[in-house]
């Protein structure tokens, strides 16, 4: 199943000092049908809108503001996980109308 993301990003959650990946399904795609088929390495976000999925899995990472070696390595296992079922296709979205 391909689904369009936009918005896509790592966001840090200070309470619990991780990091995550997070993400806006496509306007274009009904959020409530797909949040159901959601691959295994995503969950829906609701507390951050109708569209929003993050990653499932997050990392710990102590220095967001300036990360360190440590906490860059972390983010970048995080990415290989999620890779198996993210993949990049450049593109824009446009309206119907």
């Not at 918005?7 to 409530?32: E, P, Q, V």
């Not at 995503?42 to 999925?53: H, N, Q, T, V």
């Not at 990653?55 to 290989?80: F, I, K, T, W, Y």
Request: with cysteine; net charge positive; charged share 20%.
């Amino acid at each position: 199943m391909f689904v369009p993301l936009k918005n896509c990003r790592y966001m840090f959650d200070a309470a619990s000092g991780t990091a995550h990946f997070s993400a806006n399904l496509s306007d274009d795609w009904l959020a409530t049908r797909i949040m159901r088929r959601l691959p295994e390495a995503f969950i829906p976000a609701p507390d951050a809108g109708k569209s929003a999925i993050r990653s499932r899995e997050s990392v710990h990472c102590l220095h967001p503001g300036n990360p360190s070696s440590a906490d860059l390595q972390r983010l970048a296992e995080l990415h290989l996980q999620l890779r198996r079922d993210l993949y990049y296709i450049n593109g824009t979205e446009h309206s119907g109308t």
